[in-house]
């Protein structure tokens, strides 16, 4: 194993949550700059965390859990949005070739209209 790897400065550190301002008392050699006076009458360096085990929702069990069906339902709403705008651009693209066909047949009709008229004997 190598030596010195892990630090040997460890001190008795107060830990205070911001959310509930609860405190820890616990050894650790986080640098801290503040001190308060514990419990025991005795001053020690203070460390201020934002979370703690005391306000974090997985371990207070007031988790939010995520609307998973709400999740599904989301993405099954788009799927069938999408399909239905699939299928609209699917009937109109066969309205436009039906339009198309028309129009190309009531030109051919038009063109055979105008030719002369030939008489066979």
Do not use: C
């Amino acid at each position: 194993m190598k030596k010195d790897v892990h630090p040997n400065n460890y001190r008795t550190v107060v830990f205070q949550d911001l959310n509930d301002n609860t405190s820890f008392l616990t050894r650790s050699t986080v640098a801290a700059t503040e001190t308060i006076k514990w419990e025991d009458g005795n001053e020690y360096p203070l460390v201020k965390v934002h979370i703690s085990s005391s306000s974090h929702p997985f371990y207070t069990g007031q988790e939010k859990l995520m609307d998973i069906e709400g999740r599904v339902d989301k993405f099954k709403a788009r799927a069938l949005a999408a399909e239905k705008a699939r299928e609209a651009r699917t009937s109109a693209a066969k309205k436009k070739s039906t339009v198309k066909a028309a129009k190309d047949e009531k030109k051919a009709a038009k063109v055979e209209a105008s030719k002369p008229v030939t008489a066979d004997k």
